[in-house]
């Protein structure tokens, strides 16, 4: 996975597809980068075609630990198919949602 940082905001680069295969190296590297010291986390799904409930609770376990440290994180770049199973899930309440890098990171910072 790929990351920079950008005003003080890890920016991360989203798997293509996020499902039970993938969950847990992207589990593994937000946690590693929470751990960090990373408070603002902003991923990137410009590059994510599908995303399964696997995935969601990856973001809902990283929302948790940021809150824990009085973080956030935000989600950009939703195509159609991910930004529906955000909606059918439930979780669009759950995270602040922008159109794309600029917009998040003016919102975020």
Avoid: H
């Avoid at 940082?5 to 890890?10: A, E, F, N, R, V």
């Avoid at 989203?14 to 992207?26: G, I, L, N, T, W």
């Avoid at 990373?38 to 799904?45: A, E, G, V, Y």
């Avoid at 909606?87 to 919102?107: M, N, Q, R, S, Y």
């Amino acid at each position: 996975m790929e990351s920079k940082k950008t005003d003080g905001i890890l920016v991360v680069e989203m798997v293509e597809r996020f499902d039970a295969y993938s969950a847990k190296e992207v589990e593994a590297f937000l946690q590693e980068k929470i751990s960090s010291g990373n408070t603002k986390i902003l991923c990137d799904f410009s590059g994510t075609d599908y995303i399964s409930s696997a995935g969601l609770r990856v973001l809902l376990a990283a929302a948790k630990a940021l809150k824990k440290v009085e973080g956030k994180i935000g989600l950009c770049s939703l195509k159609g198919p991910v930004r529906e199973v955000f909606e059918t899930a439930g979780f669009v309440p759950l995270f602040p949602i922008f159109a794309d890098e600029k917009e998040a990171l003016a919102g975020l910072g």
